[in-house]
């Protein structure tokens, strides 16, 4: 008897499908563009925190010289006075001559201003909108001190013998800039510092290190102009 095989067919089974999440190297790739994404965005933070310094420090420079220039044009004391905290600060007439309280007209000032004050916006004028703050105005003594005013003297000089430093900030967290502007007490002149990445109280703030703690430090006393 003939004995006829039988083709047996094996069930077929459905592809094994793959296990979910990542693999190694996909995470370390993962974390490989997120570094390269991080890097690359706090260097374009960074540059353009420098260039609205340099922008801020470039317009507040030329505005002292000019108010210094003035005084001695006009033979005469004239005042800034900075807002503390803020981007802004304005100047007037100082001197005993009331026919210079009307101050020339500028291009920079606000339309609130009166005829004898000016104002200036060290954002609007540079083009920052609200990135760049007036962090310290100090007088440079052996104890530096806060002083919110200067003035000049009939021949651009500073009553005080002391040079005047005015701090610019701008960015947050590790794009945080400073800028030093200093003024010369003789000439008046003011010249901009380089960029730094600590503030104006840096130094007072080393000093305290390694001491032992005691009570709360009064802030640094003000000065006049």
């Known amino acids: 008897m003939v004995r006829i095989s039988e083709n047996r067919v094996r069930p077929s089974h459905p592809a094994a499908t793959k296990s979910g999440g990542f693999s190694l190297i996909e995470l370390l790739l993962v974390l490989a563009v997120l570094g390269i994404v991080t890097g690359a965005v706090l260097t374009h933070l960074q540059s353009t925190t420098n260039d609205r310094l340099d922008a801020a420090a470039q317009v507040v420079m030329s505005d002292l010289n000019y108010i210094r220039n003035l005084s001695v044009a006009n033979n005469s004391n004239y005042r800034v006075t900075f807002e503390?905290?803020?981007?802004?600060y304005y100047f007037e007439h100082s001197g005993t001559n009331a026919n210079l309280n009307i101050l020339p007209a500028s291009p920079y000032g606000e339309i609130s201003d009166s005829p004898t004050r000016q104002s200036t916006d060290v954002n609007v004028i540079s083009l920052n909108m609200s990135s760049v703050e007036v962090a310290a105005v100090l007088v440079q003594?052996?104890?530096?001190?806060?002083?919110?005013?200067?003035e000049f003297g009939p021949?651009?000089?500073?009553?005080?013998?002391?040079?005047?430093?005015i701090w610019l900030a701008a960015g947050w967290g590790d794009a945080r800039r400073f800028v030093p502007l200093t003024i010369n007490p003789v000439t008046g002149m003011t010249v901009i510092g380089e960029q730094t990445t600590t503030g104006p109280f840096a130094e007072e703030a080393e000093s305290l290190l390694g001491k032992t703690p005691g009570p709360p430090q009064a802030p640094l006393p003000s000065s006049g102009p």
Not at 141 to 150: D, F, R, V
């Open 155 to 165: 021949l651009g000089e500073r009553p005080r013998s002391e040079e005047n430093t």
């Open 84 to 88: 503390a905290g803020n981007s802004k």
């Open 141 to 150: 003594g052996s104890i530096p001190t806060e002083t919110t005013m200067l």
